[in-house]
């Protein structure tokens, strides 16, 4: 059975730092994307980071370029976004996703209706 638990998510004050874990199980981990999204109230779903272990690549929105960073744990199939200097508009349930999808390093490869597998999600507030 595939699976994939977040964890990490909580309440931060604006310019802190969060780390989110992702662990996979059921599936072959290298052979996937995996994609950290977010959805604020009101908002819709949109993609933050994504990354491909096997094609050493990775992806991510605009926003966060420079504030979040995506890695992963092949041997603990965990994927982990370190989250610094927070804002408030990061506050959003997060949730991992995987994917089987071909890695081409841009904005396609963190849509959402690519994924197949997703966690529940945790969540993240940061406060003003």
């Known amino acids: 059975e595939v699976q994939l638990v977040e964890s990490g998510g909580g309440l931060v004050q604006a310019g802190g730092s969060l780390r989110l874990s992702c662990a996979a199980s059921?599936?072959?981990?290298?052979?996937?994307?995996i994609g950290w999204f977010r959805q604020a109230p009101g908002k819709e779903r949109e993609g933050v980071s994504c990354?491909?272990?096997?094609?050493?690549?990775?992806y991510y929105k605009r926003s966060v370029k420079g504030r979040f960073t995506i890695s992963s744990d092949n041997a603990k199939n965990t994927i982990y976004l370190q989250m610094n200097s927070l804002k408030p508009e990061d506050t959003a349930v997060y949730y991992c996703?995987?994917?089987?999808?071909?890695?081409?390093?841009?904005?396609?490869?963190?849509?959402?209706?690519?994924?197949?597998?997703w966690g529940q999600g945790t969540q993240v507030t940061v406060s003003s």
């Open positions: 990354i491909s272990s096997s094609d050493n690549g990775t």
């Open positions: 059921g599936f072959t981990f290298d052979n996937y994307v």
């Open positions: 996703a995987a994917g089987k999808i071909r890695w081409i390093g841009s904005v396609i490869n963190c849509l959402g209706p690519l994924y197949d597998y």
